[in-house]
């Protein structure tokens, strides 16, 4: 059973999965060196050259608001290019309660549904950047400063990563507007699984749900012990 999965929320920085994908789409060269820009804070002083790749790392492993606006205010023909380009591709797959409104999930404007993201985390399943960098568990960013090298270590948000070794994607959210959120494309019995959680209070309790839903795998629905609790488990068809 699933409560609220056509609910339209909030989904912080879940948002950054939609970033990772249009600038995968874009076929942007990763390695390529780009002006760190934005208002959020972040692990890159402003102005720097930092690679795309290190921005992708940053951003999906311990969600760096700065890494997202950077790649956003850097993609060809600037943001609001960005912006209509991530909004076209939701649409033309039919998602049609998701709207992407910055590159961070840092604005509420940022909304979803537990089964638009289901649908979301199936059609980038595959795509072998964003499954290595967002199920990394941590990371060493090793970033030229003059003649020597800063070294910038990255722990991902998602705690659950240090607890099973089976999930090939992941990303957690965080606002006042979104609760505490997370997604997860899980592998038990060779089945890939879904895991959607929103808005929940705090992260012991988002936590305490997702080691549940994979510690009942390969289950594909589970009943929630209250009708707030917002998850789905899903099987590609």
């Not at 939609?18 to 995968?24: E, G, M, R």
């Not at 990371?139 to 991902?156: E, S």
Request: with cysteine.
């Amino acid at each position: 059973m699933v409560y609220n999965a056509s609910e339209v929320r909030s989904i912080a920085s879940i948002t950054k999965l939609f970033t990772a994908n249009t600038i995968l789409r874009a076929g942007l060269e990763l390695g390529e060196k780009v002006k760190v820009t934005g208002r959020s804070k972040g692990r890159f002083p402003r102005g720097t050259m930092v690679a795309r790749s290190d921005l992708m790392k940053a951003m999906l492993i311990s969600s760096d608001n700065l890494a997202a606006e950077t790649l956003a205010n850097t993609y060809p023909g600037g943001f609001d290019q960005f912006i209509t380009d991530t909004n076209q591709w939701v649409r033309g797959w039919g998602l049609v309660d998701t709207e992407i409104v910055d590159a961070s999930g840092l604005l509420p404007g940022n909304r979803s549904t537990v089964h638009n993201l289901t649908a979301f985390l199936f059609k980038i399943k595959d795509n072998a950047t964003i499954r290595q960098i967002s199920s990394e568990s941590q990371a060493t960013l090793n970033l030229p400063k003059g003649k020597k090298f800063v070294k910038i270590h990255l722990k991902n948000t998602n705690p659950i990563l240090f607890q099973f070794d089976n999930i090939l994607l992941s990303k957690t959210g965080t606002t006042n507007a979104a609760g505490k959120c997370v997604v997860m494309v899980v592998e038990k019995n060779t089945t890939l699984h879904a895991v959607v959680i929103l808005g929940q209070k705090n992260g012991q309790e988002r936590n305490k749900i997702a080691q549940t839903l994979i510690s009942m795998l390969p289950i594909t629905s589970a009943v929630a012990a209250e009708p707030r609790i917002e998850f789905e488990i899903g099987v590609p068809l």
